[in-house]
């Protein structure tokens, strides 16, 4: 098999990977981004919460409208805010962290969304809902998934400082009436905004993915927030693309297929990311030593 065969011949011959890979470069231009900020906001649980969330709205829109993609997203994106402002609300007027309820709430959710496919379609039904599938994105599900992308790149631009601030000194941003709170509502939207249009491509499981290991293994590489950004981006890229190939290839889901990508430049960063990576890590630790 050639390199035209192996790399090239999907994406050329294929409208349906052509439409996976349109999908995943929005997905990662967005998502990725997104997933920075929860990284150093030490909310990255919370995006899994959050992607959990979405299923018992998208649920709902599925049992009123079928396998509409308009109406699922609908569902998912209110269930998602919604389980947001209640967890907010909840850890204000009780002595629980915020992260407590999150996880209360996103358990909860998960189990109402899987029992409403359950008891109102089929297996192959719930399925979708939770792992999704790339190779089924047509083009309404694509234009969806580049709306949501068009706004997050644009809001992320607007409130960059202000979202930068409050990740870093938070109450710094208080101090001089900087309106974190409004910011941290924000950005939330945006978090749930690209969980809804990820789950389109891979489902509510799977969808997190793309948005938290690239950040993840970006971080132990780079330090600087612009280059974190742009290699998170880079990697959601290479992962999505070698995650389709490998799907194409093997006849493996292809959200699991990406995800999996993701995982191995994870755990290939762990080893060798010179920001915190195990090797650079003994490195460091060998010439203090013999310093």
């Not at 990255?44 to 997203?73: F, K, T």
């Amino acid at each position: 098999m050639n390199f035209y065969e192996l790399f090239l011949a999907p994406f050329a011959e294929f409208d349906f990977m052509r439409y996976a890979l349109a999908s995943i470069v929005c997905l990662a231009i967005s998502a990725a981004p997104v997933g920075v900020f929860l990284v150093m906001r030490r909310m990255s649980l919370v995006g899994d919460a959050l992607s959990h969330a979405v299923l018992p709205g998208a649920a709902v829109g599925y049992m009123l409208a079928g396998l509409s993609m308009p109406a699922m997203s609908a569902g998912g994106f209110v269930a998602g805010i919604l389980m947001a402002l209640l967890a907010g609300l909840v850890s204000r007027f009780t002595t629980l962290k915020e992260d407590a309820n999150f996880a209360a709430f996103y358990l909860s959710s998960l189990a109402v969304g899987v029992v409403l496919v359950s008891e109102n379609g089929s297996n192959v039904d719930l399925l979708h809902l939770l792992f999704g599938s790339v190779l089924a994105v047509d083009l309404p599900a694509l234009q969806l998934i580049a709306a949501a992308a068009n706004v997050t790149v644009f809001v992320l631009a607007v409130i960059y400082r202000p979202l930068v601030l409050e990740s870093i000194d938070p109450l710094f941003l208080q101090a001089v009436g900087g309106k974190g709170g409004f910011w941290h509502v924000v950005f939330l939207v945006l978090v749930v905004m690209n969980l809804v249009a990820g789950f389109q491509a891979l489902g509510t499981l799977m969808s997190v993915g793309l948005m938290m290991l690239p950040a993840i293994s970006a971080r132990l590489w780079v330090r600087g927030m612009g280059t974190l950004l742009l290699l998170s981006t880079l990697l959601a890229l290479c992962g999505g693309f070698f995650g389709l190939l490998y799907s194409y290839h093997t006849d493996i889901p292809s959200g699991p297929a990406i995800i999996l990508c993701c995982g191995a430049f994870y755990l290939f960063s762990v080893v060798f990311g010179r920001e915190g990576g195990i090797v650079a890590k003994w490195l460091r630790h060998k010439k203090h030593r013999s310093a």
